[in-house]
């Protein structure tokens, strides 16, 4: 009970304008400075949307990161029945959101392996709102507390200094 206590009074505090990071509760950890988002070196940023991914990582330090992209793994889109709750309707019309929430799912699980072999260890989330809640159904518990930031915008596509720039001014 304390946990919701602790999440309803952040985002009490974002809405009336305590606070303009747009992090998520599970992003405690974050070191900040002025609302500036540091990545550690070896932080990895996972690019999500509800087809696609990028995966990049920090290659610099902290005071001057330099992102590099690395290569996307492919995911096995099996996990259909995560979007279940999600039916064909009027707010729904093309149907495909099953297929949206099944590959949040698939590269939640991706995430959840990469920490829990240790290969990932500082985690920064970059993905549409719907997206990124789909996901945090997915993390386990160690992806939640690898997760230093998270950003809810669609930047598939985005060259890394447009990435760093947008982390910067969150």
Do not use: C
């Amino acid at each position: 009970m304390a946990a919701r206590a602790k999440f309803t009074a952040i985002l009490t505090e974002r809405m009336e304008g305590g606070a303009k990071s747009a992090l998520h509760p599970f992003s405690q950890n974050v070191k900040q400075e002025s609302d500036t988002m540091l990545i550690p070196h070896g932080a990895v940023i996972a690019l999500v949307d509800g087809e696609d991914w990028q995966i990049l990582r920090n290659g610099g330090t902290e005071a001057e990161p330099e992102l590099t992209v690395l290569p996307t793994p492919e995911l096995a889109e099996t996990n259909h029945g995560s979007g279940g709750r999600h039916q064909i309707s009027s707010a729904n019309p093309s149907g495909n959101q099953r297929d949206e929430d099944a590959h949040a799912a698939a590269v939640g699980e991706w995430l959840n392996r990469q920490v829990q072999d240790h290969k990932i260890e500082k985690l920064v989330v970059i993905a549409p709102p719907r997206t990124l809640g789909e996901l945090r159904h997915h993390y386990s518990k160690a992806v939640q507390n690898a997760v230093i930031g998270e950003l809810a915008k669609d930047f598939m596509d985005r060259q890394p200094a447009q990435i760093l720039a947008a982390l910067r001014s969150k």
